[in-house]
């Protein structure tokens, strides 16, 4: 069998075979080595099981070499002795390569960054090597990314990804069933095309079976929960209904149960924007609410009518990723329902509009915090929010355009930023060249260590370095893991510490802006996206922005309202909509308990009390009353109590109900305990 090794700096360089046979087994031996730091390096089996794809890839580029899974007699003329791989592709662009039938097919970027997909017989591409000649099988298209590919007996899937002005993406089947050569001369506008809602994210399924007839894949959005899709390859469809179909009618689909009533009640929008850059460069950005977010409801107590709510807004913006919206009960479900809206800035540096990931790069990279700036800008002028509303959050490289827009602007543009496993220190984590990424990342953020106009271009924008000693800064979050293999934890470290300390020397009240600093020992670098804590993150801006309590269900306001309207349309009685709060209700506990991590923020137990001594409201709990215990027991009393209301019983907490005629025993004893009465 084959294997990876990787090197001190935890990076693949080599390949490994290891022949497994009866008794003492033979030495490993090395088949491939790739000593650039700048690559990493896999191996896996072809789809069919044919061929050995042994891959250097790097952010840009890469390269493949091949080797025969068994050594057929068809074979054994074309490779040279000892079980050395021929490299088919050459480090020019990034390939990434298949085989079908006596012919590779290739995915590469010789022609642009969209991509293209070309193919050649084994044997000439084995023959010739990194020169041989592909055939276009698929061209490069100006308005269309190829995201990812897939293959099958008979039939190539193409997950395509439309530039319009509300993103697309399609599954395109090419039937190669008669031969590569005829599905290159068949038009493209023949493919079976499969659509999906605009803004949805399509994620493919496992399908690891050549010979399978069906395919599973799966969509949503920020707004729509997971859709697990299956689709018979051996379909009738023609192009021609797939094209006017509902995509209910292409694909067999089955919805997840993490929609309520109350979901279909107050349906969301999801729409893309557009924000004017600081230099006339149209920057998108994506929007998602519950549609009555701002229409003032006749029971609601709000003081002005239509007023600005609280927004969250992502960022990311580098080596051309586009963030994944994909549906999430926290952070995004629990804010959409709480009118809450959501933000998506698809700054430059990203992959969302075409060569937008060159204009965020390098030399230019300072345009995706000006960027993001813009659209914070937009999302107040647009009434959406306000800065005091507003909370922006960002993972590893999307936390550099926050923190440099904190250092330009302060407390601004937003009242607090969550700042995920943050890539913080860049010209130090650059300029080391002992640690994992900084290498083969220099494509993106440059080499400091070795030119110094890239050192004086980091040094200008820099988070660590730009610490900006006249402006305060917001709350914030921030996050790491010790164990952090991609950005070291020390970054966060380094951070917090500089922060505290301007913030020591401006004397800014540590309560109006808290700084939170959460590190894990372990959980590596996508440790902060798991729904525990997302719910300390949603605590943390609860008690920061006065705002409801995640133990709440939801607005009072807005439950009445919809009760209100449900009985008297005659949908349901009054009974049926207490089953429906009741179900609702458990349903958000069994998912998100919220409530426990509310009242447990063991991060900072003194946070509440002297929150409540600084800024006095109608309960100011006393030393006996802040007690962790003590409260969690009293609101535990309550729910219970609220329970045994909703069952129709007036009976208390503990008691075994409300008694229902005389007890004669209890009356004989009270009479004989009385005194003689004096005559």
Same mark, same amino acid.
């Given at each position: 069998f084959f294997f990876t090794e990787a090197n001190a700096l935890n990076r693949p360089n080599r390949v490994i075979m290891q022949e497994i046979r009866p008794g003492i087994l033979p030495p490993p031996v090395e088949i491939y080595r790739d000593d650039d730091e700048q690559f990493f390096v896999d191996v896996r089996k072809s789809k069919d099981n044919q061929f050995l794809m042994i891959t250097s890839d790097s952010k840009l580029m890469g390269s493949v070499?091949?080797? /025969?899974?068994?050594?057929?007699?068809?074979?054994?003329?074309?490779?040279?002795?000892?079980?050395?791989?021929?490299?088919?592709?050459? *480090?020019?662009?990034?390939?990434?390569?298949?085989?079908?039938?006596?012919?590779f097919i290739r995915v590469t970027g010789d022609k642009g960054s969209n991509y293209r997909i070309v193919y050649c017989r084994v044997e000439v591409a084995l023959r010739e090597g990194d020169k041989a000649e592909w055939k276009e099988l698929v061209p490069i298209r100006e308005d269309v990314q190829i995201a990812d590919v897939d293959l099958f007996k008979g039939k190539l899937l193409i997950y395509e990804t439309h530039?319009?002005?509300?993103?697309? $993406?399609?599954?395109?089947?090419?039937?190669?069933?008669?031969g590569l050569d005829h599905a290159a001369s068949t038009p493209r506008e023949k493919d079976i095309v499969l659509h999906f809602p605009p803004l949805a994210t399509v994620t493919p399924g496992l399908n690891k079976n050549f010979d399978q007839k069906e395919i599973s894949f799966m969509y949503s959005s920020l707004?729509?929960?997971?859709?697990?899709?299956?689709?018979?390859?051996?379909?009738?469809?023609?192009?021609?209904?797939? *094209?006017?179909?509902?995509?209910?009618?292409?694909?067999?689909?089955?919805?997840?149960?993490?929609?309520?009533?109350?979901?279909?009640?107050?349906?969301?929008? +999801?729409?893309?924007?557009?924000?004017?850059?600081?230099? %006339?460069?149209?920057?998108?950005?994506?929007?998602?609410?519950?549609?009555?977010?701002?229409?003032?409801?006749?029971?609601?107590?709000?003081?002005?009518p239509n007023n600005p709510k609280p927004c969250l807004i992502y960022v990311y913006g580098s080596y051309g990723e586009v963030p994944q919206m994909h549906f999430q009960l926290a952070p995004f479900m629990w804010m959409l329902r709480r009118r809450w809206t959501i933000a998506f800035a698809h700054v430059r540096g990203g992959g969302e509009k075409p060569e937008w990931a060159e204009k965020g790069r390098g030399a230019k990279k300072i345009n995706t915090t000006l960027d993001f700036i813009s659209c914070c800008e937009h999302l107040v002028k647009a009434g959406f929010t306000t800065a005091d509303q507003m909370v922006a959050i960002g993972t590893s490289a999307g936390c550099v355009p926050i923190a440099a827009a904190m250092n330009m602007r302060g407390n601004t543009l937003f009242r607090a930023a969550l700042l995920r496993s943050p890539f913080l220190d860049i010209t130090n984590t650059m300029s080391d060249p002992e640690l994992p990424l900084s290498i083969s990342e220099r494509e993106d953020w440059g080499d400091p260590l070795h030119k110094k106009d890239d050192l004086e271009r980091l040094l200008r924008y820099d988070p660590y370095h730009n610490i900006n000693p006249r402006v305060t800064y917001p709350a914030m979050v921030v996050s790491s893991c010790l164990d952090d293999?991609? #950005? /070291?934890?020390?970054?966060?470290?380094?951070?917090?510490?500089?922060?505290?300390?301007?913030?020591?020397?401006?004397? #800014?009240?540590?309560?109006? $802006?808290?700084?939170?600093?959460?590190?894990?020992?372990? %959980?590596?670098?996508? *440790?902060?996206?798991? +729904?525990?804590?997302?719910?300390?993150?949603?605590?943390?801006?609860?008690?920061?922005?006065?705002?409801?309590?995640?133990?709440?269900?939801?607005?009072?306001?807005?439950?009445?309202?919809?009760?209100s309207n449900l009985t008297s349309a005659g949908i349901m009685d009054h009974q049926e909509a207490e089953q429906v709060f009741l179900k609702w209700e458990n349903w958000e506990k069994e998912r998100i308990d919220f409530h426990s991590k509310l009242f447990k923020m063991d991060f900072e137990p003194n946070f509440r009390k002297l929150k409540a001594e600084k800024e006095p409201f109608f309960w100011v709990p006393n030393e006996k009353e802040i007690d962790q215990a003590q409260v969690d027991e009293i609101l535990e009393k309550k729910e219970r109590e609220m329970m045994q209301r909703s069952k129709g019983t007036s009976a208390n907490t503990g008691s075994f109900g409300t008694p229902i005629g005389k007890n004669l025993y209890d009356e004989q004893g009270k009479q004989q305990q009385q005194p003689p009465s004096s005559s």
């Open positions: 070499a091949v080797l /025969p899974a068994s050594y057929p007699k068809s074979m054994r003329g074309l490779f040279p002795p000892g079980c050395k791989p021929i490299e088919i592709c050459g *480090k020019e662009s990034w390939s990434w390569v298949e085989h079908y039938n006596g012919h530039f319009k002005f509300e993103r697309v $993406n399609h599954i395109r089947v090419v039937d190669v069933e008669k707004i729509q929960p997971v859709k697990d899709c299956i689709f018979n390859l051996n379909s009738k469809l023609t192009p021609e209904q797939c *094209k006017v179909a509902a995509s209910q009618a292409l694909y067999t689909q089955r919805q997840s149960e993490q929609f309520t009533p109350w979901d279909y009640m107050w349906p969301y929008s +999801m729409y893309r924007d557009v924000v004017v850059g600081h230099d %006339g460069e149209q920057i998108p950005i994506t929007i998602a609410q519950r549609r009555d977010a701002f229409v003032q409801e006749m029971t609601d107590f709000e003081p002005v293999d991609r #950005v /070291p934890g020390w970054n966060a470290l380094k951070y917090v510490a500089k922060i505290r300390q301007q913030r020591a020397q401006k004397g #800014v009240d540590p309560l109006e $802006n808290p700084i939170l600093l959460r590190v894990r020992s372990e %959980g590596g670098h996508y *440790k902060w996206g798991e +729904m525990d804590e997302s719910c300390e993150e949603l605590c943390f801006l609860a008690n920061l922005m006065d705002l409801e309590g995640p133990g709440k269900v939801l607005n009072d306001m807005d439950m009445m309202t919809h009760m």
